[in-house]
């Protein structure tokens, strides 16, 4: 389990007895809840700290324009679908508190 300071549950992973554990994806699980929340992203499917990042879709018209238009730091494949990237060294700066 994986619970947050607010005592939400977050991740449930299960593992029969008779299947080793995958430690990599624990540690990519913790790390990609922790970057989620710190910058409010979402994460695709096998992310590691350094990979392109999930921007959450535009809550307008206007701001879904302005995206697309924009050639700053995100890629916008579609009106709802921007990804930008996230240095690993930032992700690890933001989850683990120094």
């Given at each position: 389990f994986f619970i947050d300071p607010k005592g939400i549950i977050r991740t449930i992973i299960y593992y029969p007895l008779s299947l080793g554990r995958n430690f990599d994806e624990l540690y990519r699980a913790l790390i990609?809840?922790?970057?989620?929340?710190?910058?409010?992203?979402?994460?695709?499917?096998?992310?590691?700290?350094?990979?392109?990042?999930?921007?959450?879709?535009?809550?307008?018209?206007?701001?879904?324009?302005?995206?697309?238009?924009?050639?700053?730091?995100?890629?916008?494949?579609?009106w709802f679908f921007c990804t930008k990237k996230l240095d690993k060294e930032k992700v690890f700066d933001a989850v683990l508190k120094k």
């Open positions: 990609g809840l922790q970057t989620a929340d710190a910058f409010d992203v979402a994460l695709p499917a096998d992310w590691r700290p350094g990979d392109d990042v999930i921007v959450p879709t535009a809550g307008s018209c206007g701001t879904a324009k302005a995206r697309m238009e924009s050639k700053d730091e995100m890629t916008c494949y579609d």
